[in-house]
């Protein structure tokens, strides 16, 4: 298929380790965006990439969270020393990044975040 | 800042029966407006979206919402549920960034 990917689909950890997210987007897709999703909310938003630069971070909660998109593709989100309170779904999307004020985003499955 | 209200967590509705789930919002300017389904294991899924010209918006799956402006409101519709339609359903607010309601479950009964 040609749809987000995102890998792993699942993930336990124990609290205080470190853990990588990786995101797959559309191929041609410039802009990649991170969402976190914890139980019986909605999506709220992490960071925004346009290319292989963060556009915005402003929903990044604290410094352990942090992303990375190298070279304009695929992406990481990386969380350091985790915490309980970090065990939710965390979606990626991926729009065109056109110049228009919006693009649809089109979003992966998530990966389920288990902090024990 | 912008922020989005789905007061009802749960709705079940019958087979074949109408449907409206609600969704309020808060926005400075106009607000661009969107629906989203969700489906155990999938990805959310664009339903409908809402920037400007006529306030009753056509979607997917047979979906369509109103833009009351007066009312701060953005109501999803369906004349006929589905049992496929039960899902979570998401109203959202905002430009390239939305914010996100908390989600109506949608229960449907044979």
């Known amino acids: 298929g040609a749809g987000v990917s995102q890998t792993p689909s699942n993930k336990v950890t124990e609290k205080g380790k470190y853990v990588e997210l990786r995101c797959d987007p559309i191929?041609?897709?410039?802009?990649l965006y991170w969402y976190r999703q914890s139980l019986g909310q909605g999506p709220e938003f992490l960071i925004y990439f346009q290319g292989t630069g963060a556009a915005d971070d402003s929903g990044l909660p604290n410094d352990r969270f942090f992303a990375v998109r190298p070279e304009g593709s695929v992406s990481t989100l990386k969380i350091q020393r985790t915490e309980r309170g970090d065990s939710a779904v965390y979606l990626c999307?991926?729009?065109?990044?056109?110049?228009?004020?919006?693009?649809?985003?089109?979003f992966g499955p998530g990966t389920r975040l288990t902090v024990l | 800042a912008q922020s989005v209200t789905q007061p009802d967590i749960h709705i079940t509705v019958s087979e074949g029966a109408s449907l409206e789930l609600r969704c309020n919002y808060s926005?400075?300017?106009?607000?661009?407006l969107f629906w989203y389904v969700q489906s155990p294991g999938q990805g959310l899924q664009l339903l409908l979206k809402?920037?400007?010209?006529?306030?009753l918006v056509q979607g997917i799956k047979g979906f369509e919402a109103e833009f009351k402006r007066s009312q701060s409101s953005f109501n999803l519709r369906k004349p006929s549920v589905h049992w496929s339609d039960a899902a979570e359903y998401f109203c959202a607010v905002g430009s390239y960034i939305p914010t996100f309601g908390r989600g109506t479950s949608l229960i449907v009964h044979p």
């Open positions: 999307a991926s729009s065109h990044g056109g110049t228009e004020l919006y693009n649809e985003q089109f």
């Open positions: 926005y400075g300017a106009t607000p661009y």
């Open positions: 809402y920037f400007s010209g006529d306030t």
């Open positions: 191929s041609g897709h410039t802009a």
